[in-house]
Structures are given as C-alpha cells and as structure tokens.
C-alpha cells in the first residue's frame, strides 16, 4: 500500500472532527457554542460521507488487486478493477469540490439593481426588460420578488429599478449576472432601419443584516422629499420620499415607492447595507483575485458580459464564450439557466484549478 498523501491526510484529519462534533453535541455537558458545532457538523457529514465512500472503493481495489493473482479469478477482478479505476478519480473529484471554500453570500437573499445605460430611451426600454426577465426568473424559481424602486421613462422604460429577490440560493444562482448587458435591435422609432446598440447595467447584492454591516447614525445624512412619477409629475403631497447619503464612502440611496416615509426610510437602509456589505466583498475578492490564476469575469459592473442581438435572435456571454439563438426564451426567464448553469460551472473549474 502506498504512502498517504496530503490529500489523504486532510481527509483523515476531516473525518476525525467530524467524530469529535459528534461526541460533542451527544454530551452537551462538554461545553461549547451548540449552535455552532452543529452547522459545522452538518456542513462536514456530507463530505465525510463521501470520504467513507472513497475509502470502500480504494479498499475494494487493494481487495481485487490480490485476486488478480489468483490465475481463476483474474478476468473477473481485473473487469471491476477497471471500472473502479474509473470511478475512484470521479469520487476523488466530488470531494474536491465539497472541499472548495464556501462563501456563505451564496445563501443569501439578493438585491437586483438594474439602470439605463447608454442609448436614451431604447436603453431605458431595454433596462425594463431585463427587470421582467429576472422577474420571471424568479417566478419560475418560486422566489419572492419585491420592487422596492421603480424610476420610469415616459415611453414605458426605466432609468433605474431595484428589487428584493427571496428564496433559496438565490445570490449563488444570480451573482454572475452584474455588468454591463448589450442590446442591438431596430427601435421602433427607427424609420431607416438601422440597427442601434443601446446597454443596461445590471447589480447582483448580496443582502446584508445590521450585525454584517455597522453603519453610524453620524455617517448619515437623511434627506426627505417629495416623490415624483414619470416626467416629474408630482404622486405625493407629503414629504415621504427618502434619500441617505452614507457620507464615508459616497453611496447615495433613494427611496420614494411607499408613502410612509418611514417604510421607505426602512427600504433605503436595507440597499444601502447591502451596497456597503457588496463593496467590502469587492475589496476582499480584489485582494484574492490578484494572486488567482483565473476567474469568471472581474465583478466590475462596468464590464461588459452580454450581448442581445434581436435581429438574429442570438445572446451571447463573453465570459465564456457561450452563444444561444433563443432570445425569447431567455428574455422570459426560462432559457436563462443555460447561461447561469456555465457560468458556476466554470467558476468552480477555475476554483479547482487554483486548489490544485
């Protein structure tokens, strides 16, 4: 038998915490945060459990090694060997994966910031779209989806819409899609034809609690306002609307969709929590990816990661080189996980690669 190796050696030392929660949290009289130790518990049985069938297997493969010199018994075992052979590196493989290091964002609700770029009314018309697009995403996820800002066009686009996404993996599933999205199209304004690129710009927050973020009541300035409706037309009589200037960084946040002043005052502090807790995470992944031999785009929301050409039905990613000619259905949500899909996909082939 061969030596261990450090792989084999940290599953070893995994397997042997797992033990020891499990003894803990038997005889709570030990001490200890129970909370604690029972999601690292929870967290380590689903890769103990693969590491005991790694184990079976390899320990199967030494069993069939010794019967292949049995003259009687050697076709037979050298028939499992090699499926074995191919089975242990893809039992080897999912336990790489367990092993990758979790950002506990993914579990998280998420904020959905999407804003007009350029392009005039065609990029403000091409913004609401994709607000609905991740709508019915959502609906087909049977998330929670709640408009917390809606800034309308006069011609039915919108300059910036802001939503609350609820739901089960929701930041993990939606995290890749911050940038800037490209369409091309013919606008129904156009009488030459002409095709015209327009963008939106899209923000994927991770949504942060008050013990993630501390925010000083002394950092803040409140402004209260009156809201308006398209064009400026005034939809309040009451000071309601709501802007907080978070005065250390700049970040500006407004809210004027309630009519209580207080719930939007309420709303504009959840977006700013999660703007602020969003720029820590860019920080600390700015600082990680410089020593990351490769990653799935840069998170700059200035980066462009999609193209939507109408006239030819195509969306394009250029993260990943990915093209599909069903426009439709991924402006309706449902072709949407092609792309979602190969951007975790590559995202954990990269982390893996980086592990190695």
Known sequence: MSAPTSFDVKLDKLVRRHAELSATLADPARGGDFAKLSKEYSDLTPLVEGIETLKKARAERDDLAQMASDPEMRDLAETEMRALDKR???????????????????????????????????????????????????????????????????????KEAIAEISGRDVFYRLKFESGVHRVQRVPETENAGRIHTSAATVAVLPEAEEVDIKIEDKDLRIDVFRSSGPGGQSVNTTDSAVRITHIPTGTVVQQQDEKSQHKNKAKAMKVLRARLYDRERQMKDDARAASRKSQVGTGDRSERIRTYNFPQGRVSDHRINLTTYKIDKVMSGEALDEFIAALLAEDMAARLADAE
């Open 88 to 158: 242990i590196p893809d039992l080897e493989h999912q336990i790489k994966i367990l092993l990758l290091p979790k950002d506990e964002a993914d579990a998280r609700n998420a904020i959905l910031e999407v804003r007009a770029g350029t392009g005039g009314d065609e990029a403000g018309l091409f913004a609401a779209e994709l607000f609905r697009m991740y709508q019915r995403y959502a609906a087909l996820h049977n998330w929670r989806f709640e408009v917390m800002e809606l800034s309308e066009t006069d011609v039915g686009g919108v």
